[in-house]
C-alpha cells in the first residue's frame, strides 16, 4: 500500500491509503490469542486533586468525560492540534522533523473507560514516518491517563510495519499517568504504561516555574517533564511546547511548538476519519491486542 500525505491548511497533516505498521522501541504486534483483562479490586483514587496521582490508583469509577479539557498542562479538547517542528538523527543523517498532535473526537471503552483518541503524525524530511493513536482519558480530578496505544510506521511512503500496540485490560497490560493534575517538584516517577515484555515507560517532574520561548510564542511558568531520554516543556493552558534530548547520542530529537489552532468542523472530520481507518486496521494486523475490542466510533 502506498501512503498519500496532504496538507490542509497551515497545519493538518492527513495520511490517505494508509496500511498498517509501526516502529518503535515495543515488541512487534501479532497472534490471535485471547485478552485477558484486569482487575481493580485494590484500585483507589487520590483524595484530593493536589495529591500527585499514580498508576496503582487506577479505577474506573473516577472516569466521565474522557476530553473536558480540565489539566492545563495537557488540555484534551477535540479539534484541538498541535504541530512542533525541529529535527531528529535516523541512521547517520540528520534530517528536518515535524510532528502534528491532534485531538479528535473519535472515543473507544478501554478496561472500563471511555477514552479519546489523540493522534501523532510524523513526518522526518518531508515524507511521512509515523502514525500512532494514543488512547487517553481524564479522571475527576484532572488527571490524564494513558489507556491504550497504536503506532504505524512508513518508508518511501509505504507502510512497513506496526508495533506499540496495547490496551490497558488486554493481556496484561495497565493504564500509567500520562499527565498529573497537579504536577510537582520533589515526587517520585510514576509509571505511564505497564505492557508485559516491554520496559515500564515512566515520567517525573524535573523543573516548574520556567520560561521558554519557542517560535510560535514565549511562555512563562512551563512544566519540565523527564521523560526516558527526553525532556519534555509544558506550557499552562496550551500543553507540550518543547521536546529536548536529556543527552547526546541517539535520536536526539528536538521539536519547538511553532502552530496551535482548534480545527474546523470539516478538519476535525478528516481527522477522525482517518483515526478510524488506522483502529480498524489495527484490528487487522494486531488482532491479539485489537481483535477482541470494541471499535472507536466518533461520539465526543
Known amino acids: 500500500m502506498v501512503a498519500t500525505v496532504a496538507l490542509t491548511g497551515v497545519c493538518f497533516l492527513a495520511l490517505t491509503g494508509c496500511g498498517g505498521g509501526g516502529s518503535s522501541t515495543s515488541a512487534p504486534t501479532g497472534g490471535s490469542a485471547p485478552p485477558t483483562t484486569s482487575t481493580h479490586a485494590n484500585a483507589s483514587a487520590p483524595k484530593q486533586a493536589s495529591d500527585p496521582a499514580s498508576a496503582d490508583q487506577f479505577n474506573p469509577k473516577d472516569f466521565g ?12 479538547k477535540p479539534g484541538t492540534q498541535w504541530v512542533r517542528q525541529g529535527f531528529v538523527n535516523v541512521g547517520t543523517r540528520r534530517l528536518p522533523h515535524q510532528v502534528v498532535t491532534t485531538v479528535t473526537d473519535v472515543s473507544k471503552q478501554v478496561d472500563g473507560v ?80 505497564t505492557v508485559p515484555g516491554i520496559e515500564t515507560a515512566t515520567a517525573q517532574v524535573a523543573k516548574t516555574g520556567q520560561s521558554q520561548c519557542v517560535p510560535f510564542k514565549c511562555y512563562k511558568d512551563a512544566l519540565v517533564v523527564q521523560e526516558g531520554g527526553e525532556y519534555k516543556y509544558y506550557a499552562p493552558g496550551v500543553g507540550q511546547i518543547k521536546t529536548a534530548p536529556q543527552a547526546a547520542g541517539g535520536k536526539q530529537e528536538i521539536e519547538q511548538l511553532i502552530n496551535l489552532t482548534q480545527l474546523s468542523r470539516s478538519g476535525l472530520a478528516q481527522i477522525s476519519a482517518l483515526t478510524l481507518k488506522l483502529d480498524k486496521h489495527a484490528q487487522a494486523v494486531a488482532p491479539d491486542v485489537f481483535g477482541h475490542a470494541p471499535p472507536a466510533q466518533r461520539t465526543l
Open 114 to 193: 471511555r477514552t479519546v483518541a489523540v493522534v501523532d503524525q510524523d513526518t522526518n524530511g518531508g515524507q511521512i514516518a509515523e502514525q500512532s493513536i494514543d488512547w487517553v482519558a481524564e479522571d475527576k480530578l484532572g488527571n490524564v491517563w494513558y489507556l491504550g496505544s497504536y503506532t504505524e510506521s512508513y518508508e518511501g511512503g509505504q507502510f512497513v510495519n506496526a508495533s506499540d500496540a496495547w490496551l490497558a485490560g488486554v493481556n496484561g497490560a495497565k493504564p500509567g499517568i500520562l499527565m498529573q493534575a497537579n504536577p510537582q517538584t520533589g515526587t517520585p516517577p510514576y509509571s505511564e504504561d
Open 65 to 76: 468525560d474522557p476530553a473536558t479539557g480540565a489539566n492545563k498542562w495537557l488540555p484534551l
